[in-house]
C-alpha cells in the first residue's frame, strides 16, 4: 500500500518560514506526479504547488515567490518550502501521489501562521 506521512509543520509568526516534508512509501515514487494541497477552516481542499516525475514544478499564485516545491527521489521525500508566511496560510496541508488510478493522500499537518 501507498503511504505518506508529512512532518514539519507547527506554528509560526507572520513573515516566518517552514518546511514540510512528506515520506512516501509503498508506491512508485519516482514514476509519479507529487502535489501539496491545503484545507482552512471553512473552505475547500485546494491545490497549492506540485512537481512532476519530470521535476517540472508549479504553484498557484498565492503563493508564488514564496512556496517551493522539491523532490529527492533517492530518498522518496517530496517538499514544501514555505516562506514569507502569512496567516492566509493557516491551514492543513496534505501530500498527494499521483498514482495510475488513484490519488493517495497523507493525513495532514497544521500549519498555523499568527502573532
Known amino acids: 500500500q501507498v503511504q505518506l506521512e508529512e512532518s514539519g509543520g507547527g506554528w509560526v509568526q507572520p513573515g516566518g518560514s517552514l518546511r514540510l516534508s512528506c515520506a512516501a512509501s509503498g508506491g512508485n515514487f519516482e514514476h509519479s506526479d507529487m502535489a501539496w494541497y491545503r484545507e482552512a477552516p471553512g473552505k475547500q481542499r485546494e491545490w497549492v504547488a506540485g512537481?512532476?516525475?519530470?521535476?517540472?514544478?508549479e504553484s498557484i499564485a498565492a503563493v508564488e515567490g514564496r512556496f517551493t516545491v522539491s523532490r529527492d527521489n533517492a530518498k522518496k521525500e517530496a517538499y514544501l518550502q514555505m516562506n514569507s508566511l502569512k496567516p492566509d496560510d493557516t491551514a492543513v496541508y496534505y501530500c498527494?501521489?499521483?498514482?495510475?488510478?488513484?490519488?493517495?493522500w497523507g493525513q495532514g499537518i497544521q500549519v498555523t501562521v499568527s502573532s
Open positions: 498527494c501521489m499521483k498514482g495510475r488510478t488513484w490519488y493517495y
Open positions: 512537481i512532476s516525475m519530470f521535476f517540472v514544478g
